[in-house]
């Protein structure tokens, strides 16, 4: 496969991945209220998870230094906000400004994503209720995000071990 051919196929790729991620953000912090999900919202949840996991195995196998690079800071951060919401949920803690800062931030990570799954899993299959199922579900929110974290520093580290740094200026050469 040629570089520009790679290139396109990773641009759409994440280019999907991000419509999909802001699309399901916005309508799952709406259905996460009331727990309100119909068919398509899971259709649309499915989606993103198959291109979540699309792009995670094509940057395996094409993707170079960058792209890792940025998505391990990426779910670091959705790491942290997820060991902050645990923390929350555990110490039954109320701080309204953090709670601000867990709305907008949520719309950039995966986490309504993240709690619309560990609904459906934990408290709908299950059958968890109560304040357990609260600390339940950020773990396993932080669990997701810490893998994705870890895979996404070892592609890092192994794109930068076999020398792909990105694109390099062909006139940065020796001058003779």
């Known amino acids: 496969m040629s570089e520009r ?11 999907a991945y991000v ?7 916005v309508r799952t912090f709406f259905e996460n209220w009331y727990y309100t999900y119909t068919a398509s919202s899971w259709t649309f949840l499915g989606l993103w998870l198959l291109c979540l996991l699309a792009l995670d195995v094509w940057l395996y196998f094409f993707g170079g230094a960058e792209l ?11 790491a942290a906000l997820a060991a902050g919401g645990l923390l929350v ?12 800062l867990w709305i907008i931030c949520g719309f950039v ?18 059958g968890l209720r109560g304040s357990l ?18 895979y996404f520093a070892w592609l890092h ?3 930068k071990r076999r020398g792909d740094h990105g694109p390099v200026d062909p006139g940065a050469g020796t001058v003779e």
Do not use: N
């Open 5 to 15: 051919r790679k290139k396109v196929l990773g641009a759409a790729a994440v280019t």
């Open 19 to 25: 419509i999909l991620h802001f699309y399901t953000s």
């Open 68 to 78: 890792p690079r940025s998505l391990k800071w990426f779910w670091g951060f959705s």
């Open 89 to 100: 949920s555990t110490q039954r803690l109320s701080l309204d400004w953090a709670a601000t």
């Open 109 to 126: 990570t995966p986490l309504y994503q993240l709690m619309a799954f560990a609904w459906l899993l934990f408290d709908e299959w299950a």
């Open 133 to 150: 199922r609260f600390s339940v579900w950020w773990s396993a929110m932080l669990a997701f995000c810490l893998v994705h974290f870890i």
């Open 157 to 159: 580290r192994r794109a």
